[in-house]
């Protein structure tokens, strides 16, 4: 296949689900930057770092289960070990040997957690707002954004509903992050592209059994995470602490700090083309340091 930034709409079942994916850049390739949104996200809101991206990389954004256009969980799993798996399957459906992971929030504890589990996979990893410890605050601002409303006529009163949660995007970033968080309904509305169970924590299983509860202390997948990592933050972000970031980076052994200006927890919103070019500059150093 040809090289292009273009991206590419793609299914695949892996874990006895069909995920969707967007792909772009060189798809010969057998190592891919594989990128994973955060929680209620979906792929589309890489779409300007991917593209950005896909000039010089294979990229593949994922929806993640119950997410976007990919299956939701029968069984109502939603468990960090069950999401790790799922990434398993996808890599070894797609013939990729390598990945690069690239992961946001909820995606970024996915990522970190992989990487610690197949050390022989990742090459490298960015993990954007995903600390062991977030804030209450943080929390609560995606609790009261998906609490606004469930039913939405038009796009426009999405986006009208994003700008307070929103503010260092640009219009035109919010209006793409509209389009990116929810899915059109068959009278012609819309709602939030995700499985709904996600926002009632009372209809979910309340116990997992002992195997989903694998993998959920992240510090732990922390201490195991061999892969050069770069750990990324917002300046104005309201969902980590430049202590928890620290405590992080001191944990991984030679990880590397990237600041955002000017970007809250929505860093690829925010600001895709630094979130982009920080990405860029740390890989490129990746491949240029010496043996």
Request: aromatic share 6%; charged share 25%.
């Amino acid at each position: 296949m040809p090289v292009t930034s273009r991206s590419h709409n793609q299914t695949v079942e892996a874990n006895g689900l069909r995920f969707h994916y967007h792909e772009s850049g060189d798809m010969r390739t057998k190592h891919a930057l594989v990128l994973l949104h955060s929680y209620g996200e979906t792929a589309d809101a890489w779409e300007e770092v991917a593209i950005d991206l896909a000039r010089e990389y294979r990229v593949i954004a994922l929806d993640q289960r119950g997410h976007g256009l990919s299956a939701r969980a029968p069984d109502m799993d939603y468990s960090r070990a069950t999401q790790v798996e799922d990434l398993a399957a996808i890599v070894e459906a797609l013939g990729l040997r390598t990945v690069t992971l690239v992961g946001h929030g909820m995606g970024g504890a996915n990522a970190l957690c992989f990487a610690a589990e197949h050390p022989d996979v990742v090459t490298a990893l960015i993990a954007i707002e995903a600390t062991p410890e977030v804030l209450r605050s943080g929390i609560e601002t995606l609790r009261r954004l998906h609490a606004a409303g469930s039913r939405f006529q038009t796009l426009d009163e999405v986006s009208d509903l994003l700008r307070d949660f929103y503010p260092y995007a640009t219009a035109e970033q919010v209006d793409r992050r509209a389009r990116a968080l929810v899915l059109p309904t068959e009278d012609g509305s819309y709602t939030w592209a995700f499985d709904p169970v996600l926002r009632d924590p009372a209809a979910r299983p309340p116990e997992p059994d002992p195997g989903q509860r694998r993998l959920a202390n992240l510090w732990e997948c922390v201490e195991h995470v061999q892969c050069p990592v770069m750990i990324v933050s917002g300046t104005e972000t309201d969902m980590v602490t430049p202590e928890a970031i620290q405590r992080l980076h001191r944990r991984i052994l030679g990880s590397r700090r990237s600041l955002i200006e000017e970007a809250g927890h929505a860093v690829p919103t925010d600001q895709p083309q630094a979130l982009a070019q920080h990405i860029r500059e740390f890989l490129q150093s990746l491949s240029s340091s010496p043996l």
